[in-house]
């Protein structure tokens, strides 16, 4: 696969009781125009999306990410894709893919303005090579996300804890952590509160436990934080959901950021305050994260 694959999904009600799904997929040229100009994920980024790591051909934690993306149409008012239909897109397109690390992303769409059925499709790439910033860490600076932690509750209309094609903001505060001399951000509640970094998921260490923002106040819960958790209690370690305090990131013994494609990456500075940092747990966790996973 040099370059990019692209499937076309016909979605079809959750509920539909069909077993092969194969007649619902049209591949096209993925460097082709495929998309109407009146498309309302290109307009508006009316849609949801995931982004599911692939190593060696294997797409990693495919349910939960299916299961994510079901959230954020639920979250959005959209059709509730069916789980079978696109975990079969998920494996045609995983076939496409070379040996080594590679990413599918799952788009799912309002579709065309005044349409009447939603716009699905589904990529696959090689992924960008991040062996030298998983090695390095990175340094973030903390940056207001504008809202408390009770907003999502008090104003769904935010869309909080959806994946959402919005990642303007996101893109944004990447910009201006590089700007304040950092490598990535970590967003913070305005009532002073550890959310999550524009991309990734947000681990703690403090003395023997581990600890992540409780994935209550408008947060992602995070497919592959959940992937580290089980591999840390399978060592037989401490790891929990807390209400974390911002001003407690300058005293955590280590941090990491996690994603489905950079996959664990430790945090070396905060606010230019430097953070401890465990070589050979990053390493352990990237050598986990890099075994095919379900």
Not at 40 to 51: A, K, M, N, P, Y
Not at 193 to 218: C, K, M, N, Q
Not at 252 to 259: H, N, Q, R, T, Y
Request: glycine content about 8%; proline content about 6%; overall charge negative.
């Amino acid at each position: 696969m040099p370059h990019r694959f692209a499937l076309i999904i016909d979605p079809v009600a959750a509920d539909d009781a069909r077993d092969d799904f194969a007649d619902t997929f049209t591949e096209v040229d993925a460097a082709a125009p495929a998309l109407s100009v009146g498309e309302l994920s290109t307009q508006r980024g009316d849609g949801v999306f995931e982004s599911i790591g692939v190593i060696d051909g294997h797409a990693q934690e495919v349910v939960p990410h299916l299961e994510r993306l079901a959230n954020s149409a639920r979250i959005c008012d959209l059709p509730v894709p069916h789980q079978e239909q696109w975990h079969q897109a998920v494996a045609v397109a995983a076939a496409q893919c070379p040996p080594g690390e590679a990413v599918i992303k799952l788009i799912l769409s309002r579709g065309v303005e005044h349409g009447p059925t939603p716009t699905a499709w589904v990529t696959a790439a090689p992924a960008p090579d991040f062996a030298a910033v998983r090695a390095r860490g990175v340094s973030v600076a903390t940056l207001d996300r504008g809202y408390d932690l009770a907003a999502a509750e008090r104003a769904p209309w935010l869309l909080l804890g959806a994946k959402t094609l919005s990642y303007a903001v996101n893109m944004a505060a990447l910009r201006e952590a590089r700007r304040r001399g950092a490598h990535d951000a970590i967003f913070l509640s305005s009532d002073g509160f550890v959310l999550e970094a524009p991309t990734a998921s947000l681990i703690l260490r403090f003395g023997d436990r581990f600890t992540t923002p409780e994935p209550t106040g408008g947060i992602l819960h995070g497919t592959t934080q959940l992937s580290v958790y089980d591999h840390l209690a399978s060592r037989g370690l401490d790891a929990g959901y807390d209400r974390i305090p911002a001003s407690d990131l300058a005293r955590a013994d280590a941090a990491w950021l996690v994603s489905s494609v950079r996959l664990a990456v430790a945090v070396t500075a905060v606010d230019g305050g430097a953070l401890p940092v465990d070589h050979a747990l990053t390493a352990e966790l990237n050598e986990y994260l890099l075994s095919p996973r379900d």
